[in-house]
């Protein structure tokens, strides 16, 4: 089995300093990185150097990025490829996130497009999924997840290994708005992305599925208890590292 991955989204928060400051004291909070777990952070575009710097060296610390253009270069002012995101030190990116999806236009295919991309080019990538409480009270919650996972994953391989690749359900309603999904409906939701990821896509059963959306310290040793729940994305509750650490131990 997989470590659990323990994930932090800082989205735009953190200057270079704050970013820095958080991810020692992370470090000093946990000296040695739980049994069984990996912790990954995504600071915004700037302050990646710095973290990873922080990190070098410290087994189960991993940087990531929050978003990445599917291009190696070119004329695409203000995007970034997944050579410069190495180059600052991330091996992981974020892809689909909901906020990506719904306050920048980002579609199915997009996402596919980064996924993919980000594997090929050596990043290892976290597919954000989740329903919105509109689709889920209109019964959609199964076609949403099948729909986003298959474009999501189009061109991603089964053989992919699963150590690269991770998807994070986050229902919509639960992301930043302290609704979390009660245990019923965080274990019915990893089930189906599970049975979606093995039987219609042939993805491996090792493929971790994180939960995402008002995880907090008091909440997260319960739903990372869960059947088919193999780590957490976590936002506001991973901004300060106290907070954060606290989950990483759940
Ligand atoms: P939240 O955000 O923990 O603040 O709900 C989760 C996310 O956006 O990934």
Not at 144 to 167: E, F, I, N
Request: overall charge negative; charged content about 20%; hydrophobic content about 45%.
């Amino acid at each position: 089995m997989l470590p659990k991955l323990m994930a932090a989204n800082w989205k735009m928060y953190k200057a270079t300093a704050q970013a820095r400051a958080s991810a020692e004291e992370l470090c000093t909070l946990l000296p040695v990185t739980p049994e069984q777990r990996e912790i990954l952070v995504c600071p915004p575009f700037t302050a990646i150097a710095a973290v990873a710097a922080v990190f070098a060296g410290k087994p189960g610390f991993l940087t990531g990025a929050q978003n990445l253009y599917p291009k190696e270069e070119g004329a695409f002012t203000g995007e970034i490829s997944p050579d410069m995101l190495k180059d600052a030190g991330a091996r992981w990116v974020l892809t689909g996130h909901s906020e990506r999806r719904s306050l920048f236009g980002e579609s199915d295919a997009q996402v596919g497009a980064k996924t993919a991309f980000a594997l090929a080019q050596g990043l290892n990538a976290v597919l954000c999924i989740g329903e919105t409480l509109d689709q889920r009270e209109a019964g959609q919650l199964e076609q949403v997840l099948a729909r986003q996972l298959a474009a999501g994953l189009a061109d991603v391989p089964p053989s992919c290994p699963p150590v690269c690749l991770a998807v994070a359900y986050e229902p919509v309603w639960a992301i930043g708005t302290g609704k979390v999904a009660g245990p019923k409906e965080i274990l019915e939701a990893h089930a189906l992305v599970r049975r979606l990821l093995c039987e219609k896509l042939g993805m491996s059963r090792e493929l971790r599925i994180l939960y995402g959306g008002s995880v907090k310290p008091d909440n997260a040793s319960e739903i990372i208890g869960l059947d088919n729940v193999d780590g957490v994305l976590v936002g506001g509750a991973s901004l300060q590292a106290e907070s954060f650490s606290r989950i990483v131990r759940a």
